[in-house]
């Protein structure tokens, strides 16, 4: 199965600052014939389900604020998230989607 | 707008086995597959399986095979998760959700808290 490292485990950011996430895949996530990275970002807030954010590494999904950005390719991906604000409070996972089973990081539980 | 309805709260013995519905419209269930995933309290989002309604073939996480099993019914739409032999370790909240284009999941249901208790 492919392993998905997340870090930090937690951080602390400060309103207006800009938090960055990483996540580490085992496996090359570069889906060669569209060239593209199966790799999400969920962000989940408490007593909800997850939402999607970020697919094909770096594409918004509908109606996500352009403070949410992602980037990389391979192994090594990031989330960034601009100009923070207080209701980005949440625990955010990766996940890919290369291989069954799909894998997510452990999460990275995000506080201001 | 595009829901997936999920069946309410279940409280299980252990041994025993329960089964979740998702309920989706039609053109969900006819175009896109449909994902399994649970959290345990606290703990983060574990992929259990998926299916492909229209061809209803599953595919099931190595971890779980023998102990689920997932299934469609096209006169309604729904499809359904069984998990059984169950243990206090499969306290969790039940998730459907639809898989976009590739494999990530674009909705979900609101989930279902399964209770394993004696």
């Known amino acids: 199965d492919i392993v998905m490292t997340q870090s930090p485990d937690s951080l602390a950011v400060s309103l207006g600052e800009t938090a960055t996430i990483n996540c580490k895949s085992s496996?090359?996530?570069?889906?060669?014939?569209?060239?593209?990275?199966?790799l999400a970002w969920y962000q989940q807030k408490p007593g909800q389900p997850p939402k999607l954010l970020i697919y094909?590494?770096?594409t918004r999904d509908s109606g996500v604020p352009d403070r949410f950005s992602g980037s990389g390719s391979g192994t090594d991906f990031s989330l960034t998230i601009s100009s923070l604000q207080a209701e980005d409070v949440a625990v955010y996972y990766c996940?890919?989607?290369?291989?069954?089973?799909?894998?997510f990081g452990q999460g990275t539980k995000l506080e201001i | 707008q595009v829901q997936l309805v999920q069946s309410g709260a279940e409280v299980k013995k252990p041994g025993s086995s329960v089964k979740v519905s998702c309920k989706t419209s039609?053109?969900?269930?006819?175009?896109?597959?449909i994902s399994w995933v649970r959290q345990a309290p606290g703990q983060g989002l574990e992929w259990m399986g998926g299916?492909?309604?229209?061809?209803?073939?599953?595919n099931y996480a190595r971890k779980f095979q023998g102990k689920l099993k997932i299934n469609t019914d096209e006169s309604t739409s729904t499809a359904y998760m069984e998990l059984s032999s169950l243990s206090s370790e499969d306290t969790a909240i039940y998730y459907c959700?639809?898989?976009?284009?590739?494999?990530?999941?674009?909705?979900w249901g609101q989930g279902t808290l399964v209770t394993v208790s004696s």
């Open positions: 959700a639809r898989e976009g284009s590739g494999g990530y999941i674009d909705f």
């Open positions: 039609r053109d969900t269930f006819n175009t896109y597959a």
């Open positions: 299916v492909i309604p229209i061809y209803r073939r599953a």
């Open positions: 496996q090359n996530l570069l889906y060669g014939a569209i060239n593209k990275n199966s």
């Open positions: 094909w590494a770096s």
């Open positions: 996940q890919q989607y290369f291989r069954t089973p799909y894998t």
